[in-house]
């Protein structure tokens, strides 16, 4: 390469989350002598990750979209990407890419469209069915994180099926620099206490009510479980109002927000994924990655990552039973839980590795400006 290439990741925002994980994972690990990335944030905020990137030295752009379709915003990314001269602009999520395709049109920039997943439940837009195929064909590649997502992009939103890759999230493998039960001792669990938990956004799509439910019934029947929930959200108040209904106050723990993932990880025996739909999760590849066996929902990508009872469990969506049983068996089995952790170290390792992730989407990057 004669030069470096400029790439500007516009997204909605770098709060907490999948597709703002993915991007700082690629930002940090694609060549820095090949690519120079930039962010811009459509939404009005940088975010927690952002401030991140800023650190590592990232420069961003913020723009504050107004409601309904705001055309002035597509000619606010217009211009930036003609001062920056930008060779690439990586849209990531629909909305995003509406705007940044729309900004792209005529221009010299480059289009990469990644969805990272799907609302719950899914639907049809007539709207969609009239612009997305001619949005489809001026789009240099569309990226999905999981054969599902590919599959959704094409029934709901009428992209063609042949022309969506398919690039699975990665991550570094999680790290902690303090001994687990270091962490397990500043909330007071006991050796031989089962940890139960789950790092997640407190949001409907995630049904986190369903292991609450689920886990009353494993306390029930052994005393020395335990539930960690890492995270916040909408859903925080209401699900602390139903622990505490379940008289369950003295075994689930509420950690709020937690940037060092990893410590809070660390704690956990059997982590938990109950969402009702998935694209790549990045924090059950983080699971994964550490040797914790996981229980999922059979949605979205979760199918395309957990073999049932060879890395982990899967239950059906939304069966409290189920997942209620497969709890049980974890608790009562150490050998199966590390059994499902070690096969699961292998399948991060083999499949959804950060270095896997940054070289599909350099070869992407290559072949949309013609270096391939």
């Not at 400029?6 to 993915?22: F, K, N, S």
Request: net charge negative.
């Amino acid at each position: 390469m004669s030069r470096k290439y400029r790439i500007l990741h516009l997204t909605h925002d770098m709060g907490i989350g999948g597709t703002e994980q993915v991007i700082c994972q690629l930002i940090r690990n694609l060549d820095s002598t090949q690519y120079q990335c930039d962010v811009a944030c459509i939404d009005g905020t940088v975010g927690p990750l952002g401030q991140q990137l800023k650190q590592y030295g990232v420069q961003f752009s913020v723009f504050n979209r107004r409601p309904g379709f705001d055309r002035a915003l597509i000619g606010a990314i217009r211009k930036l990407l003609r001062d920056n001269h930008y060779d690439i602009i990586h849209c990531h999520q629909y909305t995003p890419y509406v705007y940044g395709i729309c900004a792209a049109l005529f221009g010299r920039t480059k289009v990469v469209f990644t969805e990272h997943g799907r609302f719950h439940p899914d639907s049809y837009s007539w709207k969609r069915r009239l612009v997305n195929p001619v949005f489809g064909w001026c789009t240099d590649s569309i990226v999905a994180i999981s054969a599902a997502t590919a599959g959704a992009l094409a029934h709901y939103e009428w992209f063609s099926r042949k022309a969506i890759d398919v690039i699975y999230n990665g991550i570094d493998p999680a790290s902690s620099a303090v001994r687990p039960e270091q962490h397990r001792n500043e909330f007071n669990i006991q050796p031989d206490h089962i940890v139960f938990g789950t790092i997640a956004r407190f949001d409907p799509i995630k049904n986190i009510p369903m292991m609450i439910d689920a886990f009353a019934r494993v306390h029930r029947e052994n005393t020395e479980t335990r539930l960690l929930l890492v995270g916040d959200g909408d859903e925080r108040q209401q699900l602390m109002a139903r622990v505490e209904q379940l008289g369950l106050s003295d075994a689930v723990m509420f950690t709020g927000y937690q940037e060092d993932t990893a410590k809070f990880m660390s704690m956990i025996d059997v982590y938990l994924l109950t969402s009702f739909s998935e694209g790549t999760s990045m924090v059950l590849l983080e699971a994964m990655s550490t040797g914790t066996a996981s229980i999922v929902t059979r949605v979205g990508g979760n199918v395309e990552i957990i073999e049932h009872d060879s890395n982990g469990l899967m239950i059906d969506s939304g069966d409290v039973d189920a997942l209620t049983a497969a709890m049980c068996q974890l608790a009562e089995d150490g050998s199966r839980r590390q059994r499902l952790g070690e096969a699961a170290i292998d399948v991060f390792n083999d499949r959804f590795s950060v270095s896997t992730m940054s070289s599909r989407y350099s070869e992407t990057y290559h072949r949309v400006l013609g270096l391939l």
